[in-house]
């Protein structure tokens, strides 16, 4: 079931606020975005958050262990090479842990 906007008020736009707060080689998890824009346990949103919302930086959010997440191996490519592109190092499809974001960036949700 797919979320709506009467189930979660706010939710969408403090998720893509905090998305586009994530800076250049730099990554972070479902978790985290979720977290951090209020909704803990929130993750399963961030996914559908990205799915719906072209633009944003959905390529900086990886799983919490440091894997690629995206099951279509074209897809998974992709995001191997826009992070590497930033400078991000991914092996085997997993980053580094020196490549997360811990502190919460700022955001602003207008």
Known sequence: MEPTTQQTPGVFDRI???????????????????????????????VWVLRT???LPWHRVIRANGQLALS??????????????????????????????HKQPEFDTQ
Not at 28 to 42: D, E, I, T
Not at 87 to 92: K, Q, W
């Open 16 to 46: 893509r606020a905090v998305l586009r707060t994530i800076p250049a080689g730099r990554v972070v998890s479902y978790g985290q975005v979720a977290a951090w824009a209020g909704f803990p346990r929130g993750a399963r949103i961030v």
């Open 72 to 101: 279509d191996p074209l897809e998974r490519d992709l995001q191997r090479q826009l992070l590497e592109a930033e400078f991000v190092t991914v092996t085997n499809n997993k980053v580094s842990a020196d490549f997360f974001l």
């Open 53 to 55: 919302s072209p633009g």
